[in-house]
């Protein structure tokens, strides 16, 4: 299947059929699951690659692990301090669109501080709606360190180790739609 067939367009995120989620070890034995609730994303893919671009922003105060003590704890200075930091984002103006890949080479800020970041979104596949609209399907996973932004906060084991592992794995699970209005 063509994945690519008619892709340059402007799109938006269908956040009611994607997931931003993630998931980190506890003490060092089993993995604490989350998501946000609440992002939105934009695109624009161009015929020419080096007009493309792409924004990401993600409510921090929309986290959740289904524990709430859990996703206060989240919530505060200890970790995304959501007063402080309202919003994670991403922004990329390096895309490249290769057989059925999406790679995007963008900034992601979070918790102020700004670091590279190399994306490859998997086009899972593409389809027309009942009513006529157009969807692409991106899917992929990369790692960051919580330590690279300044999220440190942590607990001793008795056994050795940490309470919470520094290495995050997201997983992104996007329905995009094409030719939307949108705002870059």
């Known amino acids: 299947m063509d994945y690519l067939e008619n892709i340059p367009g402007k799109y ?9 989620g993630f998931w980190a070890r506890h003490a060092m034995v089993t993995k604490v699951r989350g998501n946000f609730a609440n992002f939105e ?10 007009k493309s671009k792409v924004r990401v922003t993600i409510k921090t105060n929309s986290i959740t692990t289904g524990n ?8 505060s200075p200890d970790f995304f301090n959501v007063e402080k930091n309202p919003e994670i984002t991403f922004y990329s103006e390096d895309i490249t669109i290769q057989d ?17 970041l190399n994306l490859i979104l998997d086009l899972s596949g593409t389809s027309k709606d009942p009513f006529g609209i157009t969807r692409v399907g991106l899917e ?12 440190t906060w ?23 739609i094409k030719n939307y209005i949108m705002y870059l």
Do not use: Y
Request: hydrophobic share 40%; aromatic share 4%; net charge negative.
């Open 68 to 75: 709430n003590d859990r996703d206060n704890h989240l919530k």
């Open 154 to 176: 942590n607990a001793a084991l008795e056994t050795g180790g940490v309470l919470v592992s520094d290495e995050i794995h997201v997983n992104l699970e996007l329905s995009v």
């Open 140 to 151: 992929g996973t990369f790692i960051i360190k919580r330590s690279d932004f300044g999220l």
């Open 100 to 116: 059925d890949r999406v790679l995007l080479n963008g900034a992601l800020n979070l918790n102020g501080a700004s670091k590279n």
């Open 12 to 20: 938006t995120v269908d956040p009611s059929h994607s997931t931003i």
């Open 41 to 50: 994303a934009f695109g624009e893919i161009a015929e020419a690659n080096d």
